[in-house]
């Protein structure tokens, strides 16, 4: 996850760099139930509204829980298809906010109402995101369900009303590019706490949905609002948490747009800022992110499922995550990672990682090869080519 808001705080504040951070173990993002109520375009976990087979127990998401604590996980991410679908979801929640996890809620909205709202205060979440593809005729038409777009409005007014922690999480593609100034003033408007923006991962529906992708001149308008809009707030005291996802390029784009913005006068800053960045490191799949799917099959992240490192039924993930010798983690862990092309000679290695690998991997079958999806220029990346592009813009966009 790239942080804008935080870094433009200390940006503002002109905090000096922390040393780099390890963390003790990584964020899981556990979807708990594959099932869901909606059918939507961009689902990576390709859920539908059915039973699943082969999900985990009461008993074997505790066990899980407990081994987690000892792989030193400090967050849980409750996911799907739907988390409040599953019957069981605050006894989880209350086992592991117990064991001292941050835990947050991933839903689309629509199941929360004024019948589940006291129970979802009383799990005491420390963030419940609400996905939010754009205005209401997009988002309905996304998410193949007429409605559904009130009905998230409804479930964030409710968790404000309560108290809750909240925030809203869009996918940008090419469609839903020109609903974004309009969904950041609904944040604004129902005094949201955060927002997240997710970059179209190719894997699950997703990856058969690449060429609606948004192209990389929008990409770079979309993430330029999203910087605008944090500084903006950090100006005026608003306390708002803008945040992105699997686009690494976003953390070279943020430090040329301070650049340019801010120019010569805060060269100070703007070298702290790139330490922090260097420090952040970009991609953290296999590193700092893990994922636990509906099964136990335990991922690099997200976006990996198909590919399996073991499943908690059998396995401990401590040991797993610890000990792994498998060779996609073992690249995943190297320092810099063992990427080609544009991405190997890039001036920004550093700071983004090489990106996500997912796409790579889709594009080409080589999860090494430079990542389709970065939308900087050659020019920008300090890689010289003899044919140069102004918008490189290959077949699909990020």
């Given at each position: 996850?790239f942080?804008?808001?935080?870094l ?6 002109d ?9 003790p173990?990584p ?5 708990l ?11 990576y ?13 009461t ?5 899980t829980?407990d ?5 030193q996980?400090p ?5 799907g ?5 599953r019957?069981d979801i605050?006894e ?17 909205g629509?199941?929360?109402n004024?019948d589940n709202i006291?129970?979802i205060?009383?799990a005491d979440?420390q ?5 939010i ?7 309905d038409e996304?998410?193949r369900?007429?409605?559904?777009f ?5 479930a ?5 009303a309560?108290g809750?922690k909240i925030?809203?999480r ?5 469609d839903n590019f020109?609903?974004?100034?309009k969904?950041?003033d609904?944040m604004?408007?129902k005094?949201v ?15 058969r ?9 929008m990409?770079?308008?979309a ?5 605008q ?9 608003i ?8 686009n690494?390029?976003?953390g ?10 801010f120019g010569?006068?805060?060269a100070g800053r ?14 953290a799949s296999?590193?700092?992110?893990a994922n636990i799917d509906?099964?136990g099959?335990i ?11 073991g499943n908690v ?6 040991e ?5 010798q498998d ?8 320092q810099p990672r063992?990427?080609?092309?544009r991405?190997?000679?890039?001036q920004?290695?550093?700071i983004c990682?090489?990106n ?6 889709a594009q080409t079958g080589?999860?090494?090869?430079e ?5 900087l220029t050659?020019?920008?990346?300090g890689?010289e080519?003899?044919?140069?592009s102004?918008?490189?813009i290959?077949?699909v966009?990020?």
């Amino acid at each position: 996850m790239f942080r804008i808001s935080q870094l433009l705080k200390t940006f503002h504040q002109d905090l000096p760099a922390n040393k780099a951070h390890k963390m003790p173990g990584p964020v899981v993002i556990w979807n708990l139930i594959r099932r869901c109520n909606l059918r939507c375009q961009h689902c990576y976990s390709t859920s539908l509204d059915i039973d699943f087979k082969d999900e985990l127990s009461t008993a074997q998401v505790k066990a899980t829980i407990d081994d987690l604590k000892v792989a030193q996980v400090p967050v849980l991410i409750f996911s799907g298809g739907e988390p409040l679908l599953r019957p069981d979801i605050f006894e989880i929640t209350a086992y592991a906010k117990a064991k001292g996890f941050y835990v947050a809620l991933s839903t689309n909205g629509t199941l929360i109402n004024e019948d589940n709202i006291e129970q979802i205060k009383a799990a005491d979440y420390q963030y419940v995101g609400i996905s939010i593809d754009g205005l209401e005729d997009f988002h309905d038409e996304f998410r193949r369900q007429k409605g559904c777009f009130q009905e998230s409005m409804k479930a964030i007014d409710l968790c404000k009303a309560a108290g809750i922690k909240i925030g809203m999480r869009l996918c940008l593609t090419r469609d839903n590019f020109a609903d974004l100034p309009k969904v950041l003033d609904l944040m604004e408007e129902k005094k949201v706490d955060k927002f997240y923006l997710s970059h179209l991962n190719y894997s699950g529906r997703g990856k058969r949905s690449a060429e609606n992708d948004a192209m990389f001149k929008m990409t770079k308008a979309a993430m330029e609002m999203l910087f605008q809009r944090a500084w903006s707030h950090i100006t005026q005291g608003i306390e708002t948490d803008f945040v992105t996802g699997n686009n690494d390029a976003d953390g070279p784009f943020l430090l040329q747009w301070v650049k340019r913005e801010f120019g010569d006068k805060y060269a100070g800053r703007i070298a702290n800022l790139e330490q922090r960045l260097i420090n952040w490191g970009g991609n953290a799949s296999g590193v700092n992110v893990a994922n636990i799917d509906n099964t136990g099959t335990i991922h690099p992240d997200t976006y990996w499922w198909g590919h399996a490192l073991g499943n908690v039924k059998n396995d401990k993930f401590s040991e797993i995550w610890k000990n792994t010798q498998d060779p996609l983690m073992l690249g995943f862990r190297e320092q810099p990672r063992p990427v080609k092309g544009r991405c190997r000679a890039c001036q920004y290695l550093a700071i983004c990682g090489g990106n996500t690998r997912t796409r790579a991997f889709a594009q080409t079958g080589d999860v090494w090869a430079e990542d389709p999806g970065c939308y900087l220029t050659d020019a920008e990346i300090g890689v010289e080519t003899k044919q140069q592009s102004a918008e490189h813009i290959p077949c699909v966009a990020l």
